[in-house]
Structure formats: C-alpha cells, structure tokens
T-cell receptor
C-alpha cells in the first residue's frame, strides 16, 4: 500500500495563476480531507468529503475548490492563487469520520505564491 | 474561534527530563486524538482517548483524558532526542470535521 500520496511536493506560483494539488489513497477510505498548515496555527481544514460525490466546506474554504469523482482521488484546486495561500498543504484520509478513526496524512505539498 | 487550546506553544528540554503538554477546550468532547508530526512529514496518530478519566500508555508516553472530558494531557518520561516534533491534539467538531489545536513544538537536546 502506498497510503496517501500527494503531488507535487513543491510548487511556486505567481499571483493569479491556477493549479491543482493532487491527492490519492489506496486504502479504500471513505473520508478524505485537505488541510493547510501555517506557523503557529496548527492544521486548518479547507474541505472534506465523506464519500465519492459528496464534499463540504471546512474552516477556511475560500479560494479553493474540490471534487470527489472516485473514492481514491480528492484533488484541491486553487482558482486564482494569492500570496495568502502560501502554505503547506496536507491531504488526509480515514476509513470513516468515526470518533476513533485515525487520519492518515500524505507527505504534504509546499506551495509558495509570489 | 479556536476550539482547542494547547500549551505550552514551545518547549525545549534536555534529554532525560520529563515534560507534560496540555490540550483544553471550553466544550465537552466525546473523544480526542493526539498526533505527532516530524519536520517535513504529515502528522501521525499516537492515541485516541474516548472515556472521561481514561489513561493510556504508549511506552514512555502517558495520555490522560480529563474526568469532565474538556481537557487532556500528554506526559513524556525521560525524553529523548527522537521525541522532538510537533504534538497536536484534535477532536471531531460539528459535522464531519476533525479540528486541530495549534500544537506544541518540542525540542529535546542531547
């Protein structure tokens, strides 16, 4: 099992550019989510999905779109990048959103917006 | 609004010392998870506590869930450089959202 994979590992964008951060898991997990991590602020939830075809907003959804057409993939799209979106982005998955389920995290994508 | 408050924000200690980090909320929660994150990697689950007053041990790490289920602590005995990392607590908030605290950065010097 590869677990949760993310691509790319690093990305530099100019303000206004768009891009998609890829996330895939091979554990047949129903629940997937995207977080951003900034110094001193822990992990903040951007969007999440409880299954294919179902997505919902987290704490900081503005400027980001997601879709979940398959169980395995959960891409995050930045429509028009802004310097405030410079961050490290983590994708995570779990079997369900049950209270004892472990979130499995990918290695992260470090994004810089100039 | 920060659902979870972690303290201290940063801790630097010598190898062999003991330490405790805390996670508090103004709300009662049904369960709480502790994660550890090393530089350049994603967080990894250490433990889930679900019962008020529960104590769980993981080698030199001891996790406690407060009786009122509004706080939790992580105690490390005889810290080692390999314990260095960011320690995060998390809980499932309203809906299907896992919410994290800001974390405690631990540095253990040899």
């Amino acid at each position: 099992n590869a677990g949760v994979t993310q691509t790319p590992k690093f990305q530099v964008l100019k303000t206004g550019q768009s891009m998609t951060l890829q996330c895939a898991q091979d554990m047949n997990h129903e629940y997937m989510s995207w977080y951003r991590q900034d110094p001193g602020m822990g992990l903040r939830l951007i969007h999440y999905s409880v299954g294919a075809g179902i997505t919902d907003q987290g704490e900081v959804p503005n400027g980001y779109n997601v879709s979940r057409s398959t169980t395995e993939d959960f891409p995050l799209r930045l429509l028009s990048a802004a310097p405030s979106q410079t961050s490290v982005y983590f994708c995570a998955s779990s079997h369900t959103s049950g209270r004892a389920d472990s979130q499995y995290f990918g290695p992260g994508t470090r994004l810089t917006v100039l | 609004t920060q659902l979870l408050e972690q303290s201290p924000q940063f801790l630097s200690i010598q190898e062999g010392e003991n330490l405790t980090v805390y996670c508090n909320s103004s709300s009662v929660f049904s369960s709480l998870q502790w994660y550890r994150q090393e530089p350049g990697e994603g967080p990894v689950l250490l433990v889930t506590v679900v019962t008020g007053g529960e104590v769980k041990k993981l080698k030199r790490l001891t996790f406690q869930f407060g009786d009122a289920r509004k706080d939790s602590s992580l105690h490390i005995t005889a810290a080692q450089p390999g314990d260095t990392g960011l320690y995060l607590c998390a809980l499932w908030g309203h809906g299907n959202k896992l919410v994290f605290g800001a974390g405690t950065i631990l540095r253990v010097k040899s």
